[in-house]
Each structure stands twice: as C-alpha cells, then as structure tokens.
C-alpha cells in the first residue's frame, strides 16, 4: 500500500508560480504511473497531468498546457507539478494519484488507485 501526501499549495496572484509535491511512503513511487488531478470550487474533480511509471510519456490537457510541468524523482520518492503563469481558473484543491503500470494512460479519476488528501491552490486576479 502507498500512502500519498501532497504539499505546496497556497494562495497566490494571477501569474505567479508555485510547485506542488506529491511524496509517497509504503512502497516506491517509480512502480506506479502518476497524475494530478485538481478539483474547482462546486465542479467536478478533473485530470489535469499524467506522467509514466519511467517518466518517459508526459501528457497535460489543453488548459494548462505550456504553463504546467509535470516530473517525478525516484530517489526522493517524489512526484512534482510545477505550475507557471497561474490564473484564477486554476484556484481549486489538487491531488496526486497512482494508477498502475498494466493499465493504458489515462486521467480518468476511476482508473486511480491512490489518492493524496490534497493541497489548496487560490489564485486572484
């Protein structure tokens, strides 16, 4: 069993930066693929960013494409999401999750096994 705990998130203006953690205890992160999933106020919780158990394939969705970057450390057992360029669209509360490695890449949130309990991100104009 993986335990997650994700980190990083506060409250920030329009076009600022931050850096979500997502750092994993029980077993090794690197035997699951990852994903970022972020839930907005009163909406749906949505996929957003999935990375590859060897974090050779990367894939975002159209709106935070070229502003999000997503990546993994093995040796830290650490999953990352570098968010650029912040927008108030983007306020809601993120979570990190496993999906595993037999399964094809996907940002379905059924197809997660492991969830963090997530990290607040509020952006302002």
């Known amino acids: 069993q993986v335990q997650l705990r994700e980190s990083g998130g506060g409250s920030v203006q329009a076009g600022d930066s931050l850096r979500l953690s997502c750092a994993a205890s029980?077993?090794?992160?690197?035997?699951?693929?990852m994903g970022w999933f972020r839930q907005p106020p009163g909406k749906e919780r949505e996929g957003i960013s999935h990375?590859?158990?060897?974090?050779?394939?990367?894939y975002y969705t159209d709106s935070v494409r070229g502003r999000f970057a997503i990546s993994r450390d093995s040796y830290k057992n650490t999953a990352y999401l570098d968010m650029d360029k912040l927008e108030p669209e983007d306020t809601g509360v993120y979570f990190c999750?496993?999906?595993?490695?037999?399964?094809?890449?996907?940002?379905?949130?059924?197809?997660?096994?492991?969830w963090g309990q997530g990290t607040q991100v509020t952006v302002s104009s």
């Open positions: 999750a496993t999906r595993p490695t037999f399964t094809s890449d996907s940002l379905d949130p059924a197809d997660y096994d492991h």
């Open positions: 990375i590859s158990r060897w974090g050779g394939r990367v």
């Open positions: 029980g077993r090794a992160l690197g035997a699951f693929a």
